[in-house]
């Protein structure tokens, strides 16, 4: 076969393998610069080969075939080589590409000055990237995890440099996420891209970013709670539920705040006179202090745990390294398995108080104050309750109107009263 012919997806994937000990290259017919390796053992890898102005040919890899298409090892090959062209010397071709920063350094810059310092949370950033993005530490991040694995669908792309990643590999990486049922997590990835190569745009580390380009997944809200007739159930399992598990879940959903920063509520952070829990910044997912209204079974609850923390900093003490509770999958399972009930996940407890609040007629700005929610549009889900709790309401006024037209003269009966 001949050395330079147009390079197509069809054809790279026909090249025959050179003899054991042996590399075959190729060049791109189309685009100058830009050619093939084929390995022995079948690595087929683009690189850019060019004469460096004053100085020796240079060669650049861009990366492996299929996992750089065709199109895209083009479009990254034409900017190398304007760079090669423009460099004064060599050495200056080489700083020009070799000396710009790599994706996992820009993450690392990210993190420490927009992340760590400010008030999201670094270890939700950090679990994305490497889950998706970057390398996967050896050891698990927490003691008693099991060990983590990479999805199929990830990539690690953090020794790529910045102007290597673009809108069509994102695409492609979003799609696959997509493709394994995890549109909200491919929307949480590129979300998190942006936000980096945002980050890079403000200090002009970068001149563009390639994920604005990729068009999120369509979302749908999960509504799921505990419905009126599920109630009886859950609330007998949760009783018969041992102990933390059984006041965590309670509190959890008479609270209705997260999962993560209930398990790690201190009794410093907890007035049980006023009836109220101030949550952290640091546990609060926008770094500002919550507080949030303790009444009812829940404040029961914690009078009771109270009683007994014998000089303890949390309220739900675990023996892990962390010092309080985490992960309560197993116990959440016996509870479901106990009431019968499917697809309820710990979360939805969040959403339970939420929609009760909204079926009772509840505002949504006071719900959101209750949820601790700081955007308005994380209550939305609430509004279809809520307009049903409204609808309800109505239809007294339609049969109050419907009882005057049978009995003229006749006054509505205000609700919960009877007429003697």
């Known amino acids: 076969m001949e050395t330079s012919f147009v390079f197509t997806e069809a054809r790279l994937r026909a090249l025959p393998l050179p003899a054991a000990g042996q590399r075959a290259n190729y060049r791109d017919a189309k685009q100058p610069g830009l050619h093939l390796r084929v390995s022995a053992g079948g690595a087929r890898t683009f690189s850019v080969f060019r004469r460096v102005r004053n100085g020796s040919p240079e060669r650049i890899t861009i990366g492996r075939w299929p996992d750089i298409t065709v199109d895209e090892a083009r479009r990254q090959a ?14 200056a071709a080489r ?18 000055d927009r992340i760590t310092a400010g008030k999201k949370r670094p270890d939700l950033i950090s679990g994305l990237w490497e889950l998706y993005l970057g390398p996967l530490p050896d050891a698990p991040r927490k003691a008693h995890s099991r060990e983590r694995k990479k999805p199929v669908e990830s990539v690690d792309w953090s020794d790529k440099r910045v102007s290597e990643i673009s809108v069509s590999m994102l695409a492609q990486l979003h799609r696959r996420i997509c493709a394994a049922g995890k549109g ?26 390639p994920a604005i380009g990729v068009t999120f997944a369509p979302e749908r809200e999960r509504d799921r709670f505990v419905k009126g007739n599920e ?10 539920e041992e102990q933390p598990w059984r006041d965590l879940f309670t509190v959890l959903l008479y609270v209705g705040y997260r999962r993560r920063a209930v398990e790690a509520m201190r009794w410093q952070d907890i007035d049980l006179v006023a009836g109220i829990w101030t949550v952290p910044g640091e546990r609060a997912k926008n770094g500002d202090p919550i507080v949030l209204p303790v009444v009812g079974a829940a404040l029961t609850t914690l009078q009771a745990r109270s009683a007994e923390k014998e000089g303890q900093e949390w309220v739900f003490p675990g023996g892990g390294r962390r ?37 009772s007629g509840v505002s949504l700005p006071a719900i959101g104050r209750a949820l601790g929610h700081k955007n308005s549009s994380s209550t939305q889900v609430y509004a279809r309750l809520q307009t049903e709790a409204v609808a309800n309401v109505v239809q007294v006024a339609h049969d109050a109107i419907a ?11 205000p609700r919960g009263q009877t007429r003697s």
Not at 95 to 104: I, L, S, W, Y
Not at 403 to 413: I, K, V
């Open 78 to 91: 034409a900017g190398l080589v304007a760079k090669l062209a423009s460099a004064e010397s060599p050495a």
């Open 95 to 112: 700083r020009a590409v070799r000396g710009e920063m790599t994706f996992g350094q820009l993450y690392d810059a990210y993190l420490k």
């Open 184 to 209: 909200r997590t491919g929307n949480k990835v590129i979300a998190l891209v942006r936000a980096i190569y945002g980050y890079g745009l403000d200090h002009r580390i970068v001149t563009e970013n």
């Open 231 to 240: 109630l009886p159930r859950f609330l007998a399992a949760l009783e018969a």
């Open 323 to 359: 010092g309080h509770v985490t992960c309560p999958r197993n116990a959440w399972a016996r509870v479901l398995a106990r009431a019968g009930i499917d697809d309820l996940w710990l979360h939805d407890l969040r959403r339970t108080l939420g929609s009760w609040l909204a079926m």
């Open 403 to 413: 009882a005057a037209a049978e009995n003229p003269g006749a006054l509505p009966t």
